[in-house]
C-alpha cells in the first residue's frame, strides 16, 4: 500500500476543459427553482488519477460526464470507496464561501487511511473543491439553496485479486440543493432499528464510506415501512447505546440546559456539524457533554420531561429536530413532537455563520471568490 506518496506535490497544475455547451440559462434557472437534493448537477467535475509508481497525477477540470470503467475495476467488488460532502453557499456581495472545507479534507485522508488508500494532500483538495465552485457558480443557488459538493475516491485497478488497489481515482461533482427533507412537517420521526447496527468496534463506523452506507439501507427501508424518516442506531456490542442516524449525529437538551451527544469512539462518524455544534454550545455557556445515553433512558427522560429536544445534525440537513422515536415496543414523543428552542438557537447562529450573516469568531467560513 502506498499510503503516503512523497513524491506528490502540494499543489497539481489542473489542465482546464470546459464545457462547449453548457446547460443555457433559461434551463438552469428553471432547474435551480425546486432542486430537492441530489439531483441537479453542474456543467463540469474534477477528476485526479493515482497510481502507485505516479502518485496523484492528470489533475483536470472537464464537462460533467460519464466515467468508463472495466467491469473488473476493483470498487464494484470490494467496495474500496471514500467520500465527503459540504457545501458552497452564496454571500451577499455575490461571492462564494465553505464552510470548514479543511475539516472535509482532513476526514477524506483520515477515511482513506482506514480503507488502505492513498492520501490527498489536503492543499489539493481544497484547490479542487475550489475550482469547482469558481466554475460552476451560476449553479449556486439563491436564499435557502447551496452547492453541494462531493468529493469522492475510488479503487480503479482492473484485478479481481483482494488487496489495496494500484490505482484510484477521485472526483468532486456539485449539485445544487434546496432542502434534504421532502417533509414539511416541523421534526423528522426515527425509527430504533431492533436487528441491525451501523458499525462495531474495530470497524469502518469512523470513516466515510460507501460501505456503510450500503449496509444501513435495509435498516432505512425498514425505518420507511414502519412510517418513520429516518433510523436510529444502537451500538453494535449492548444493543443499547445510541449512535447516531444513518447519515447523521445526534444530540440531546434537557430541562436544566444542558446537552449530551454520544462520544466519538470508532463506531461514531465524526460529523463536522457535530463539532462545531460542541463549539457554538460551548460559546452560548450550554454545559454540553460527550457521554453515552441508552434508548431506555432516552426514553424514560421524554416521559418524565426532563428530556425537552433532540435532533440530528449534519452537512445535508444542518440541523433537524427528532419528534417521535418509534420501535417494535412502542413509540414515544420528545417535548411537543416539534422543534424546540434550544434546537433553533443552535440552528440559527450555524447557519448564520454558515451564510455570513453571523459573526465567524473561529474562522470557519473559507471564501472561494
Ligand atoms: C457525513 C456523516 C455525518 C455528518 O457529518 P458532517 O460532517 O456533519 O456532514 C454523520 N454521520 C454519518 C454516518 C455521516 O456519513
Not at 441537479?40 to 460519464?66: C, L, N
Not at 483538495?125 to 436564499?143: K, Y
Not at 447557519?351 to 471564501?367: E, L, M, N, S, Y
Request: with cysteine.
Amino acid at each position: 500500500m502506498s499510503k503516503t506518496n512523497t513524491s506528490t506535490p502540494q499543489s497539481l497544475q489542473f489542465t482546464r476543459h470546459l464545457h462547449p455547451a453548457p446547460l443555457p440559462a433559461d434551463q438552469r434557472a428553471a432547474l435551480l427553482k425546486n432542486p430537492g437534493f441530489g439531483r441537479v448537477f453542474t456543467d463540469h467535475m474534477v477528476t485526479i488519477r493515482y497510481h502507485e509508481s505516479q502518485g496523484w497525477h492528470d489533475a483536470k477540470i472537464e464537462p460533467r460526464a460519464p466515467i468508463p470503467m472495466d467491469p473488473a475495476a476493483a470498487v464494484l467488488h470490494y467496495a474500496q470507496e471514500i467520500f465527503e460532502g459540504l457545501k458552497a453557499y452564496r454571500t451577499a456581495d455575490g461571492g462564494a464561501t465553505l464552510f470548514r472545507p479543511e475539516e472535509n479534507a482532513r476526514r477524506f485522508q483520515q477515511s482513506a487511511e482506514r480503507l488502505a488508500m492513498p492520501i490527498l494532500p489536503e492543499s489539493v483538495f481544497l484547490e479542487a473543491c475550489d475550482l469547482l465552485v469558481n466554475t460552476d457558480r451560476a449553479w449556486i443557488p439563491d436564499g435557502d439553496g447551496s452547492l453541494y459538493l462531493r468529493p469522492f475516491m475510488f479503487a480503479n485497478e482492473i484485478f479481481l485479486g483482494v488487496k489495496p488497489s494500484s490505482d484510484y481515482l477521485f472526483l468532486v461533482i456539485a449539485s445544487s440543493v434546496g432542502a434534504y427533507f421532502k417533509t414539511s412537517a416541523p421534526a423528522v420521526s426515527v425509527w430504533v432499528s431492533p436487528d441491525y447496527t451501523r458499525a462495531a468496534p474495530g470497524g469502518t463506523g469512523a470513516a466515510k464510506c460507501g460501505g456503510n452506507y450500503a449496509a444501513s439501507l435495509i435498516a432505512q427501508a425498514e425505518a420507511t415501512k414502519h412510517g418513520c424518516d429516518q433510523v436510529v442506531f444502537l451500538d453494535a456490542a449492548e444493543r443499547r447505546w445510541v449512535e447516531e442516524l444513518g447519515g447523521m449525529n445526534i444530540f440531546f437538551v434537557f430541562d436544566d440546559g444542558s446537552m449530551v451527544t454520544p462520544p466519538l469512539g470508532g463506531t461514531i462518524l465524526p460529523g463536522i456539524t457535530r463539532s462545531s455544534l460542541l463549539t457554538l454550545a460551548k460559546d452560548k455557556g450550554i454545559a454540553v457533554r460527550e457521554e453515552r445515553y441508552s434508548i431506555q433512558q432516552w426514553k424514560a427522560d421524554a416521559a418524565s420531561g426532563r428530556l425537552r429536544e433532540a435532533f440530528a445534525c449534519g452537512t445535508a440537513a444542518v440541523v433537524t429536530p427528532i419528534g417521535t422515536v418509534r420501535a417494535p415496543d412502542g413509540e414515544f414523543t420528545i417535548g411537543n413532537g416539534g422543534s424546540g428552542a434550544s434546537t433553533e438557537a443552535l440552528k440559527a447562529t450555524l447557519v448564520g455563520i454558515q451564510r455570513g450573516t453571523t459573526a465567524d469568531p473561529h474562522g470557519w467560513i473559507h471564501k472561494v471568490f
